[in-house]
């Protein structure tokens, strides 16, 4: 399979083209990204904060680094007084809720934390549907719920606390465009496409699915970016602060200091990318069987353009990865059976996927 010269991004990758050198349009016309500064953060969060509130800010936090990172930044160096906040769709790798307890410990910080059982319920009714008609645009609805459990429910907490901003640890080197960019193929926009998928297949159409999607549609990385009337309409009162947005996000530097200064742990070193939620392994699975990549080839093209790593890194870390989605598909077979879902482990075997 061909890929670009200069990142990893393969040839089946939508709307990709190469030049004569092997070089691919997203490459073309990437921009490095332009960080605003941790001296503009500081005046951000200065001017947001309330005098004698108990909390000067929210920070969501998952058991993964990125928003470890996060957590102890605005503790420790920013000097913040931080309530956590941890959306747990249940479906979460223990050692995330692991994680949790061992950062915010360690930082002395307050957690609340929402639990979701229906999340599992949303999950199983768009794999079921999925599984009847396989639609790779649609591999992102198992994911249904949690946009909004994380920042949706973010913002109702931040106001019950009367907390007057979110710091989220959000990077773009994290966008995955290729999501978008499938449900484009069947109609005029995201939207249009997610409800023309969502009318061809039926067993989607369930009332409490619906509107759950419809939730997180609006609290999207794209629209939550965008901050659009819908969003100020729904949360006024508490802003949102874009970490990454301020201050450069370079994943491996990243773990080495929440590994060194909070204690925080991956199940595998070598790839701590998207790890704490299990849905990610039904995903994986699935672009890999449909479309031969995943978020990861996007993620380390992505670093490669922000000259973190080397190409020759990438394609290491990458077959590392694709190893791994085979080489795990007994966790996928031992996560539907914790689920009671055993009946759906035929649909995932290594025959399937290249
Ligand atoms: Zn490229």
């Known amino acids: 399979m061909q890929r670009c010269s200069s990142c ?25 990204i332009e960080y605003l500064g941790s001296e503009k953060l500081k005046t951000v969060l200065a001017s947001l904060k309330k005098k004698n509130g108990k909390y000067d800010c929210l920070v969501p936090v998952s058991g993964g680094k990125d928003s470890t990172f996060v957590l102890y930044q605005m503790t420790k160096v920013y000097g913040l007084k931080v309530l956590a906040y941890n959306y747990n769709n249940c479906l979460t790798h223990p050692q995330a809720q692991e994680n949790i307890k061992t950062i915010t410990n360690a930082l002395g910080v307050d957690l609340v934390t929402k639990r979701n059982e229906k999340q599992k319920k949303y999950m199983l009714t768009n794999l079921k549907a999925y599984l009847r008609k396989p639609a790779v645009a649609m591999v992102p609805m198992f994911c249904t719920g949690c946009r909004y459990g994380i920042i949706g429910n973010a913002f109702n907490e931040a106001k019950k606390h009367h907390i007057p ?19 484009k193929e069947s109609g005029y926009s995201v939207k249009s496409g997610l409800i023309s998928n969502l009318l061809k297949n039926p067993a989607y159409l369930k009332p409490g699915n619906l509107i759950a999607a419809a939730k997180d549609y609006f609290h999207s990385y794209q629209q939550v970016k965008d901050w659009n009337f819908i969003l100020k309409m729904l ?7 874009q970490f990454y947005d301020y201050v450069p996000y370079n994943p491996d530097e990243i773990q080495q200091v929440v590994e060194k200064e909070v204690g925080w ?28 990549f995943t978020a990861t080839d996007g993620f380390l093209s992505a670093m490669i353009r922000e000259g973190f790593i080397s190409r020759a890194e990438a394609l290491k870390r990458l077959e590392y990865s694709e190893q791994k989605t085979i080489g795990e598909l007994h966790q996928v077979h031992e996560f539907l059976k914790d689920i009671g879902q055993s009946d759906l482990i035929p649909h995932f075997s290594p025959e399937k996927i290249h």
């Open 165 to 183: 901003m979110i710091v989220i640890g959000w990077s773009p080197i994290e966008d995955t465009p290729f999501k978008e960019a499938y449900l």
């Open 235 to 241: 949360h006024p009162g508490v802003k949102l602060v």
């Open 8 to 32: 990893v991004l393969p040839e089946v990758y939508p709307n990709i083209t190469f030049d004569a050198t092997g070089k691919c349009n997203y490459c073309q016309s990437y921009s490095k």
């Open 265 to 292: 742990k991956t199940p595998d070193a070598k790839n701590s990318w998207q790890w704490d939620c299990k849905i990610k392994l039904l995903q994986n699975y699935f672009y890999k069987k449909e479309v031969n």
